[in-house]
């Protein structure tokens, strides 16, 4: 359905569709070639692929990254991942109700011979981290394999839309996030000792100091003398009333279905959790064309970087601090949310609950490292390292330095002193480019009466972040000690160039000119999200930092940088509003309405589910806790939570958070088993062990 479909992107380029024929439920449908059964399902209007066998909910996806199971189907007879699944010409899907019958295999299975290679280094993980650790490595001819288990490189790179923070120099600021991916795919590209596999997942690091991979369907052994844990990282969930509705998505489920599959998954959209993840993709959603209704976060201040709120709430987005998700609202689907003020504690406040029409709620609650492929390697005395989110989670600014610093350690290992030693400014900088966001300052005092021209710049916190010190011609902005966590000053002489406003990633820099008139100086502000059109002689409400609004001003040119996909709007203003003016409102205030009462919960929060596979519900888990029980292990016997499909990489968070609420001590808890596998593979596919 064509309203499902992203036709046109400001940022992304969008291909003529190349469509082939499948069935779901019977019903013929068409997909794009190559896409996964669950993005061709929700482009053609379908977001229920089936119901679970015990409570008959909803299932739909959550991360569409093969870490949860919400999105199961039973595609030509067989139990798949709708979201690691491409759609085949012809397929049949079908819903997974109830405990379906799967396909009669009647002939005798025929295994084929087991592959074996080696290789010096196996990275697992081609993401920002990998790819970066892979080119140092790259320089040095060594022997490296690294692994995605996606149909292209970049890991998140491939999803981000917005301009990257960080050095121009080190982290390549100031470019989009998508743009850097396919950069670092094509400089991998020109070393012939590293191969990338892609469409292959790492499935165990073995005692024998092999690793089990599935390539393209094909069941290999790798054995490598070092292995670099790459994997990054996966999505946290959260417990609330409601929280097994269709329509919940973790932040990289709907950057998937939007920026990389060009899928417009809902109409009104609300986000809960104001890391920069949660704000990053709020900004991408407007984009895409989507209405976002607001955004919650439990802190009194959001965690993301400011000018990623500021930005925000200027476009007409509002942000709620200090407020929690209390319910997802709806029958099978999301239908509305309501979310609730909380005290220091947490704790929500009666009274202050909110309920506003949505029909998606995403979740951007924060990560967990996917640290398994590190404790197999040394529990099998396979010298191990870790780079990217698998090590600490930061932004990919930071992960693709700190896999650069992977690879030249893992060279100097393997090569010795052929390889120089890291210097010290190295781990300096990678120290500097995961640090979280620092001081709040002031505005910078400007004397107008000696400019023409000048920038206001408007990034008033301490972030990694300095493209625009780099870009401009006259050296006229500089950061306040030369570091690259300080804040950006104007220092010198403007010519007005504009240069620094296309490059920041934050869009924190206005440009103020007196050149033509002193008394109603024009002011540019850089737009770039040209889906919402803005045309000469539109009056548009234009906003501080704050989101305060300082009145209607009429558009009196839109200048147009194609290549940057960006404009310069600019606006004609009295003087003593000039330097004030941050940006203007894009989403109309009446979007983001409360409902007129709010709907309470209908059930406890003890009702809402722990194991969204096993239906296992946070009460249950309490009442173990309650009883004693600190062994996971046991609780995963009585209830089953863990033993879904997911293989507990959800549910294990939520269980150790219970433990925390009841007071028990995270020394005194017995830590889950984890099942040996990292996804689920048909066993036709493993080999009978018969080497080549």
């Known amino acids: 359905m064509e309203q499902f479909r992203i036709a046109a992107h400001p940022i992304l380029e969008t291909p003529a569709l190349d469509m082939i024929g499948f069935y779901f439920n019977g019903k013929s449908l068409e997909a794009r070639r190559g896409e996964m059964i669950s993005s061709a399902l929700i482009a053609n209007g379908i977001d229920v692929f089936g119901h679970h066998h015990k409570d008959h909910s909803a299932q739909g996806i959550f991360c569409a990254n093969g870490q949860c199971a919400k999105c199961t189907v039973i595609a030509n007879g067989i139990a798949v991942k709708s979201c690691m699944t491409a759609v085949q010409e012809n397929m049949i899907v079908e819903s997974a109700e109830g405990l379906p019958t799967l396909a009669d295999i009647s002939e005798p299975v025929e295994f084929s011979p087991l592959e074996e290679l080696s290789c010096d280094v196996l990275i697992i993980g081609g993401g920002p981290a990998g790819i970066s650790a892979a080119i140092e490595l790259g320089r040095y001819n060594i022997d490296v394999l690294l692994l995605d288990d996606k149909n292209r490189l970049g890991g998140k790179l491939v999803l981000q839309t917005h301009k990257f923070f960080g050095s121009e120099q080190d982290s390549r600021a100031g470019t989009r996030g998508h743009e850097i991916g396919i950069l670092l795919s094509e400089e991998l590209a020109g070393f012939p000792s590293v191969k990338a596999w892609i469409n292959s997942t790492a499935l165990f690091v073995f005692s024998d100091q092999k690793v089990g991979v599935l390539k393209d369907g094909k069941y290999v052994i790798i054995k490598p003398k070092r292995i670099l844990n790459a994997a990054g990282a996966r999505e946290k969930f959260l417990r609330f009333a409601g929280n097994n509705l269709a329509r919940i998505y973790g932040a990289g489920a709907f950057q998937t279905l939007v920026n990389r599959d060009l899928v417009r998954p809902t109409q009104r959209l609300f986000i809960v959790g104001g890391g920069n993840v949660g704000l990053i993709t709020a900004y991408h959603a407007l984009q895409a064309g989507i209405e976002v209704v607001g955004l919650a976060e439990a802190m009194p201040r959001c965690g993301g970087y400011k000018v990623h709120a500021d930005k925000l709430k200027r476009f007409g987005v509002p942000i709620y601090t200090s407020h929690s998700i209390l319910s997802a609202n709806g029958d099978e689907s999301v239908e509305s949310l309501t979310i609730v003020q909380v005290d220091e504690k947490f704790a929500p406040i009666a009274g202050t609950e909110k309920s506003f029409a949505c029909d998606t709620i995403l979740i951007a609650v924060g990560l967990d490292s996917l640290s398994e492929f590190s404790e197999q390697a040394l529990a099998a005395g396979i010298p191990v390292d870790s780079a990217g989110d698998a090590l600490e989670i930061a932004e990919a600014s930071s992960a693709m330095f700190n896999g650069k610093i992977a690879g030249q350690k893992i060279a100097r290992l393997l090569l010795g002193d052929k390889v120089p030693e890291i210097s010290a400014a190295w781990y300096e900088k990678a120290a500097v480019l995961k640090m979280h966001p620092g001081e709040i300052k002031g505005y910078q005092e400007v004397d107008e009466s000696l400019q023409d021209v000048y920038p206001v710049i408007h990034c008033l916190q301490e972030i990694p972040c300095n493209p625009c010190t780099t870009v401009c011609p006259t050296k006229s902005i500089q950061t306040e000690d030369g570091s690259l966590m300080a804040l950006p000053r104007y220092v010198g002489k403007c010519i007005g160039c504009g240069k620094c406003l296309l490059i920041c990633p934050g869009l924190a820099i206005t440009l103020v000119d007196f050149r033509k008139n002193r008394d109603n100086p024009t002011i540019t502000v850089v737009y770039e999200i040209m889906n919402i059109p803005v045309k000469v002689g539109d009056r548009r409400l234009l906003t501080d930092i704050n989101a305060e609004a300082l009145g209607e001003y009429e558009v009196i040119q839109v200048q147009d940088f194609p290549k940057q996909r960006m404009q310069f709007v600019r606006f004609k ?7 004030k003016v941050a940006g203007f409102r894009v989403q109309d205030a009446l979007v983001s309405q409360p409902l007129a009462e709010a709907i309470l919960p209908q059930h406890t929060p003890d009702d809402s589910m722990v194991c969204l596979c096993e239906r296992v519900s946070v009460g249950e ?31 294990d968070v939520l269980i150790r958070g219970l433990f925390r609420e009841e007071g028990v001590a995270v020394s005194e808890v017995v830590p889950n088993t984890k099942r040996p596998i990292f996804v689920e593979v048909p066993l036709a596919l493993f080999p009978d062990g018969g080497a080549k």
């Open 573 to 579: 203003v009295p003087a003593a509003l000039a330097k």
């Open 621 to 651: 888990v309490r009442k173990l806790i309650r009883m004693g029980i600190s062994d996971i292990n046991q609780i995963k016997a009585i209830t089953r939570a863990g033993m879904g499909p997911c293989g507990s990489k959800t549910c």
